[in-house]
């Protein structure tokens, strides 16, 4: 069945340095490709999204390129501050059957130290 | 401004006693999703609702029940029969039933259950 994968924390930065967590999917047909954001004790936030090989996501220095080659999508951002500390989700949704449905992978939980 | 309410923040059960969640939104979405969250690990679907007066078991739905009598509303049941309830529960919704390309889903700030 379909499914996301990515890289195992906890990653842990210093300030101002560059950001890379790993996602790869598996999926027949063309999935959308999301990345979620979570702060402790709070819901999911959508970050980005991408929707077709080739699309670059981005929002607030975050950055994702769908690569359907390489079924992967891999969360880049080239300078972490300490309120990016949260856990971070791939997710892919297609639609089954007659609804549109999100499988996440199980999250990768980033610490940002000053 | 618009967004989806979870209620309560934390919940506690005793054993035998069902426990209704609550999520209610106001940005006119058609569908309404659960999801259980443990920890490390990724969101797992309980149940979702494309439109009101119907809803389909997802993933993990033994031991769970819904109801979407209102578009606005999509309560979620923990029963006596879930025997590992705890864990952080969130509801979701997305703008439409059925998209050529799937929307995106927004979540609320979710329900933290716990057993006495």
């Known amino acids: 069945g379909d499914s996301v994968t990515q890289m195992e924390g906890p990653v842990t930065l210093s300030e101002e340095a560059f950001l890379t967590i790993n996602c790869t999917y598996t999926a027949t047909g063309y999935p959308s490709l999301f990345w979620y954001v979570q702060y402790p004790g709070e819901g999911l936030q959508l970050l980005l999204k991408a929707t077709k090989a080739d699309d670059k996501g981005s929002n607030k220095g975050f950055e994702a390129t769908y690569r359907k080659e390489t079924t992967s999508f891999h969360l880049e951002k080239g300078s972490v501050q300490v309120s990016d500390s949260a856990v971070y989700f791939c997710a892919l949704s297609k639609i089954y059957g007659n609804t549109g449905k999100l499988i996440f992978g199980q999250g990768t939980t980033l610490q940002v130290k000053p | ?116």
């Open chain 2, 1 to 116: 401004d618009g967004g989806i309410t979870q209620s309560p923040k934390y919940l506690f059960r005793k054993e035998g006693q069902n426990v209704t969640l609550s999520c209610e939104q106001n940005l006119n979405h058609d569908a309404m999703y659960w999801y259980r969250q443990d920890p490390g690990q990724g969101l797992r679907l309980i149940y979702y609702s494309q439109i009101v007066n119907d809803f389909q078991k997802g993933d993990i739905a033994e031991g769970y029940s819904v109801s979407r009598e209102k578009k606005e509303s999509f309560p979620l049941t923990v029963t006596s029969a879930q025997k590992n309830p705890t864990a952080f529960y969130l509801c979701a919704s997305s703008i439409d039933r059925v998209r050529a390309i799937p929307q995106p889903q927004h979540f609320g700030d979710g329900t933290r259950l716990s057993i006495l």
